[in-house]
Nanobody
C-alpha cells in the first residue's frame, strides 16, 4: 500500500511564503512523476506543478514564476516532493493535494496513481 503524507500548509499573509512537503512511502519501486494540485471552494481541482523522474517540470499558469517544485529521490528521502510557494496571493487559497503518477510497487506490474489527503493553504491578512 502506498501512502502520501503532506505537510506544511497553514495561514500566511499576502506576499508571504510557504513550503509544502509530500512523502510517498510503501513498497515503491518507481514513481514516474509527482505533482501538486489544488482545489478552492466551488472550483475544480487544478494542476499547480509537476516534476517527473527526469527532473522536467510543468507549472500551471497562475503560479509560474512564484512557485517551485522539487523532488528528492535520495534513498533516505523516500520519494519526497516539495512545493516552495512565494509571493502568495489570496487567490492561492485552496486545499493542496499531492499526487504520485504511475507508481510501480513490488506487488504491481501496472502503474497507478495515488493521492494524498490534502493540506489547507490560506492566504489572508
Amino acid at each position: 500500500q502506498v501512502q502520501l503524507v503532506e505537510s506544511g500548509g497553514g495561514l500566511v499573509q499576502p506576499g508571504g511564503s510557504l513550503r509544502l512537503s509530500c512523502a510517498a512511502s510503501g513498497s515503491i519501486l518507481s514513481i514516474y512523476a509527482m505533482a501538486w494540485y489544488r482545489q478552492a471552494p466551488g472550483k475544480e481541482r487544478e494542476l499547480v506543478a509537476l516534476i517527473n523522474s527526469g527532473g522536467m517540470t510543468n507549472y500551471g499558469d497562475p503560479v509560474k514564476g512564484r512557485f517551485t517544485i522539487s523532488r528528492d529521490n535520495t534513498k533516505n528521502a523516500m520519494n519526497t516532493v516539495y512545493l516552495q510557494m512565494n509571493s502568495l496571493k489570496p487567490e492561492d487559497t485552496a486545499v493542496y493535494f499531492c499526487h504520485a503518477v504511475n507508481v510501480i510497487t513490488i506487488a504491481t506490474t501496472i502503474g497507478r496513481g495515488y493521492w494524498g489527503q490534502g493540506t489547507q493553504v490560506t492566504v489572508s491578512s
